[in-house]
């Protein structure tokens, strides 16, 4: 089944500890993006990479990183959590960046910053 | 700059009640412009697109015509059901197509 899996999908964590969040998809796509939704906001794009090892700022990249070393996957990191990046946070991928790609999301995930 | 304005919600109508969720849009050069939609505890699907003006982009009878003179995406249903209860965003991408810009969502209930 094509899709984009995320993990986890929920996590309770402490201001300052490093975390990850993984992201991966089985349909071939050159194109994948992070986002966090927010409520009253809606989505804003974090970070988006074309393809392997080609990485670029969203609208709000401060206080995130991403990496893109093999096509399928596209962590997010967050090297010091602050309580303002508690959110839900979404990942999507498409074949590319074309006006007729539509973008697959993930399922979410759901992160509290204490 | 490039940004997406919807109107804001909840709406909240009858089963088979006409819907319509207005959106608007700033953009640099022509970008598309997209319908969302988000079931709860869900991630977000492509409800229908329109890539240049005056396309009108439809799927499950929901519709929206890309118009450039008034830089509108009107989402509409003639007749909504139950099911389409949901949160509906409207986006765009930039010209260039590398990133992409979300309205705040709308959410729609539909009372049986």
């Known amino acids: 089944e094509a899709q984009v899996t995320q993990n986890p999908r929920y996590l309770i964590t402490v201001t300052g500890k490093k975390l990850t969040v993984t992201c991966s998809q089985n349909?071939?796509?050159?194109?994948m993006s992070w986002y966090r939704q927010d409520p009253g906001l809606g989505l804003r794009q974090i970070y988006y990479s074309m393809n392997v090892e080609v990485t670029d700022k969203g609208d709000v990249p401060e206080g995130y990183k991403v990496s893109r070393k093999e096509k399928r996957n596209f962590p997010l990191i967050l090297e010091s959590p602050s309580p303002n990046q508690t959110s839900l946070y979404f990942c999507?991928?498409?074949?590319?960046?074309?006006?007729?790609?539509?973008?697959?999301f993930g399922p979410g995930t759901r992160l509290t910053v204490l | 700059g490039n940004s997406v304005t919807q109107m804001e919600g909840p709406v909240t109508l009858s089963e088979e009640a006409f819907l319509t969720i207005n959106c608007t849009y700033t953009a640099t050069g022509y970008p598309s412009l997209f319908w969302y939609v988000q079931y709860p505890g869900e991630g977000l699907q492509l409800l229908l697109k329109a890539t240049k003006a005056d396309d009108k982009g439809s799927n499950k009878g929901f519709e929206a015509t890309y118009r450039k003179e008034t830089t509108s995406f009107h989402l509409e249903k003639g007749s909504v059901q139950v099911s389409d209860s949901a949160v509906y965003f409207c986006a765009l991408s930039a010209y260039n197509f590398n990133k992409f810009y979300f309205g705040s969502g709308t959410k729609l209930n539909v009372k049986p």
């Open positions: 999507a991928s498409s074949p590319g960046a074309s006006p007729y790609n539509e973008q697959f």
């Open positions: 349909m071939n796509h050159e194109y």
